[in-house]
């Protein structure tokens, strides 16, 4: 799972805009709710991958979440134990969106970043991405970080450009 921090409630065009470049990747979609969707998301639409995979849709939940919108209880519950995210990101988030693998093969967390830099195309905001002991190294020279800590649960907040490249080294994985 990979998390965009927003700054502000995404306009109904942009959830608008969400909806339609998710359709247009999908092999299966369904809206449960304006900014919520179930998807099998073609993994080779938004990125190389690895050669010889047999199946190449890879189910996901989208979830735009936040006042207003849907999910507040757990957008808050996300936030109400993390770090004060405004020194990290220039700004403190209002929204999110939840990008969530239904599966844990090494593509799926190929597609996962991919699908979450896709998503930030649209929609903006800042990627928070938890880390594997011994990645803070690996990510802090890529392009894109824009902050990092470095606590019981280290997190690099990033941009689109920072998940595309992260995800095009050797042995990338995500931790969850």
Request: hydrophobic share 50%; proline share 8%; glycine share 10%.
């Amino acid at each position: 799972m990979l998390v965009i921090e927003l700054p502000a409630v995404p306009s109904a065009a942009v959830v608008g805009r969400l909806r339609d470049m998710l359709a247009g990747i999908s092999a299966w979609f369904e809206e449960r709710r304006p900014g919520f969707y179930d998807v099998n998301v073609f993994a080779d639409r938004m990125g190389p991958v690895e050669p010889g995979e047999a199946d190449l849709r890879r189910p996901f939940l989208v979830s735009v979440m936040g006042p207003g919108i849907g999910d507040e209880e757990t957008f808050e519950a996300e936030h109400e134990d993390g770090p004060d995210l405004e020194p990290l990101v220039g700004f403190r988030p209002t929204h999110a969106v939840n990008v969530m693998a239904g599966c844990n093969d090494r593509i799926d967390h190929v597609a996962t970043a991919l699908l979450t830099a896709s998503i930030m195309d649209v929609v903006g905001g800042v990627a928070g991405v938890e880390l594997w002991d011994g990645q803070m190294p690996v990510v802090a020279g890529l392009p894109g970080v824009l902050a990092m800590t470095d606590d019981a649960w280290p997190t690099a907040f990033a941009t689109a450009e920072f998940l595309r490249a992260w995800a095009a080294r050797p042995g990338f994985r995500l931790l969850k």
